[in-house]
């Protein structure tokens, strides 16, 4: 026998004769502690088995809806099922929504986002980091929308759709400029060139590449880097041995 296993039976215990005294507070309170333990065990099919319960009995409380729909998206994530977890976080951000609490959406539709990656389906990852992006920008939380770009620019190179990660990178320039994020200016800089570069186009390579270079210079930090980019696009061909 597991050492597990009589503690759940204990819980079973208590939860039954709550459940017949109709003493809801002790039943939730029962149910919540009975989750904790599957996860202390790293059973988390049995973790968000007890947190659907928990959402069954509390439909009309955002508090604790919020609570358990939060544990309930890390149990299908730790549990490796990222639809079963975008659909609670989907449930969560409608919470949230209802709530007005409009900062708490930007980090689960990165997570959204990245969920879909896992499965594979670039096309739904896209419009969550976009939708994270624009509800983060109207809440001024900066290190959101630029780390929304950012994904959103990577899953644009992965699928081969250079211009649209080129015009987000404007977008993130003019994050990071909002920022005051010299850092974030010059690494966007520095990824603007190597795009431009691997599509040949030398002249807007360089061009970046002397962006970045001038916020090194002003960072103290990285300039010898910019500075080879540079030189070795201006570099002239060398001939292959005869």
Same mark, same amino acid.
């Given at each position: 026998?597991?050492?597990?296993?009589?503690?759940?039976?204990?819980?079973?215990?208590?939860?039954?004769?709550?459940?017949?005294?109709?003493?809801?507070?002790?039943?939730?309170?029962?149910?919540?502690?009975?989750?904790?333990?599957?996860?202390?065990?790293?059973?988390?099919?049995?973790?968000?088995?007890?947190?659907?319960?928990?959402?069954?009995?509390?439909?009309?409380?955002?508090?604790?809806?919020?609570? %358990?729909?939060?544990?309930?998206?890390?149990?299908?994530?730790?549990?490796?099922?990222?639809?079963?977890?975008?659909?609670?976080?989907?449930?969560?951000?409608?919470?949230?929504?209802?709530?007005?609490?409009?900062?708490?959406?930007?980090?689960?539709?990165?997570?959204?986002?990245?969920?879909?990656?896992?499965?594979?389906?670039?096309?739904?990852?896209?419009?969550?980091?976009?939708?994270?992006?624009?509800?983060?920008?109207?809440?001024?939380? %900066?290190?959101?929308?630029?780390?929304?770009?950012?994904?959103?620019?990577?899953?644009?190179?992965?699928?081969?759709?250079?211009?649209?990660?080129? =015009?987000?990178?404007?977008?993130?320039?003019?994050?990071?400029?909002?920022?005051?994020?010299?850092?974030?200016?010059?690494? =966007?800089?520095?990824?603007?060139?190597?795009?431009?570069?691997?599509?040949?186009?030398?002249?807007?390579?360089?061009?970046?590449?002397?962006?970045?270079?001038?916020?090194?210079?002003?960072?103290?930090?990285?300039?010898?880097?910019? =500075?080879?980019?540079?030189?070795?696009?201006?570099?002239?061909? =060398?001939?292959?041995?005869?």
């Amino acid at each position: 026998m597991r050492a597990i296993e009589p503690a759940i039976a204990a819980y079973g215990d208590i939860l039954t004769l709550a459940q017949q005294e109709g003493n809801r507070d002790r039943e939730l309170q029962t149910l919540e502690a009975l989750a904790q333990l599957h996860l202390a065990w790293f059973d988390y099919a049995s973790a968000a088995n007890v947190y659907q319960q928990l959402l069954s009995l509390t439909p009309n409380d955002p508090v604790r809806r919020i609570q %358990y729909l939060q544990q309930l998206a890390y149990s299908y994530q730790q549990g490796n099922q990222p639809q079963q977890a975008i659909d609670a976080q989907q449930q969560l951000v409608t919470v949230y929504e209802q709530q007005e609490q409009y900062i708490e959406i930007p980090p689960l539709k990165l997570a959204i986002g990245d969920s879909y990656i896992a499965l594979n389906r670039p096309d739904l990852a896209a419009p969550s980091y976009q939708e994270a992006f624009g509800v983060s920008r109207s809440t001024q939380q %900066y290190a959101y929308a630029a780390d929304a770009l950012q994904r959103l620019a990577n899953l644009y190179q992965s699928i081969d759709r250079p211009g649209d990660a080129l =015009t987000v990178y404007q977008l993130l320039l003019d994050v990071h400029q909002q920022a005051y994020n010299t850092y974030g200016l010059m690494d =966007t800089y520095d990824q603007i060139g190597q795009l431009h570069r691997s599509q040949g186009n030398q002249g807007q390579a360089i061009a970046a590449f002397q962006r970045g270079l001038s916020l090194a210079q002003e960072l103290n930090y990285r300039t010898a880097y910019f =500075t080879t980019q540079i030189q070795q696009i201006n570099a002239p061909p =060398t001939n292959p041995p005869q």
